[in-house]
């Protein structure tokens, strides 16, 4: 039993190996050369004119939000259209209701005003 875990311990330690000695070599052999351009933060072309550690609105994370539950309805739609046959009508009406229950959501959220960016 032990040893069917030997090939995947052993393509992690490789892994780990690799990744490691990767990394030093980019720490030994990478060039040091500050500068105090490289080292100032970037923002869009010109110089910060606030504070790094602002907060953000609220509404940047509520639009990051939506798009992650949209793009997750995207997510399942591929794999049910695989295998649509399959699953059949049964199958057909559950991914209907759940689209339904989407498109609900996206028009409440539409009618809340969340999507709408001053």
Not at 26 to 32: D, Q
Not at 86 to 99: D, E, Q, T, W
Request: charged share 20%; net charge negative; hydrophobic share 60%.
């Amino acid at each position: 039993m032990l040893e069917n875990y030997l090939p995947v311990l052993l393509f992690m330690s490789v892994g780990l190996v690799i990744g490691a000695a990767m990394i030093a070599l980019g720490f030994v052999l990478g060039p040091r050369r500050p500068d105090a351009e490289k080292t100032s933060p970037y923002e869009c072309g010109f110089e910060a004119f606030e504070d790094s550690r602002m907060k953000f609105d609220v509404r940047y994370y509520l639009v990051a939000i939506l798009f992650i539950l949209f793009d997750l309805e995207i997510a399942f739609l591929f794999p049910w259209a695989i295998v649509l046959d399959a699953i059949g009508v049964f199958g057909f009406v559950a991914m209907l209701i759940f689209l339904a229950i989407l498109v609900v959501g996206f028009i409440y959220e539409w009618k809340k005003g969340a999507l709408e960016w001053e």
